[in-house]
Structures are given as structure tokens and as C-alpha cells.
């Protein structure tokens, strides 16, 4: 029987959460205005790093 007393879970973003969520946004706009220029070096960089690693700690943390 589940347990009626228990209050359900919430996810709590704070400034950190804020802060790393934008990070992400500006390293994928700033990936992808590079890639549309032709960059091949950095544009990719900054598409990894905004998508699999600050988006997913933007989450998380």
C-alpha cells in the first residue's frame, strides 16, 4: 500500500541551475552562428559541450 503521508517530490532549480541553463543556450547559439559561417573546429566544440555536458548539468544539479 503506498504510503498517502509522503509528499510528492519537486524539482528545485536554483541560480545555479539558471546559470548553467543559460551557459548551454549561449554555447549552442554561439556553436551553431559558427557553424553556419563553416567553422568545423570550434562550432562542434561548443555544440558537444553545450548539449552533453552543461544542458545535462543545467538539469541535474
Do not use: E
Not at 541551475?17 to 568545423?40: E, H, P
Request: proline residues 7%; aromatic residues 6%.
Amino acid at each position: 500500500m503506498p504510503d498517502k503521508s509522503a509528499a510528492p517530490a519537486r524539482l528545485r532549480f536554483g541560480s545555479r541551475n539558471a546559470i548553467l541553463l543559460a551557459a548551454a543556450l549561449v554555447s549552442l547559439v554561439a556553436g551553431y552562428v559558427l557553424l553556419s559561417k563553416g567553422d568545423t573546429t570550434l562550432a562542434p566544440i561548443l555544440l558537444v559541450t553545450g548539449y552533453c555536458v552543461l544542458f545535462p548539468l543545467g538539469l541535474a544539479l
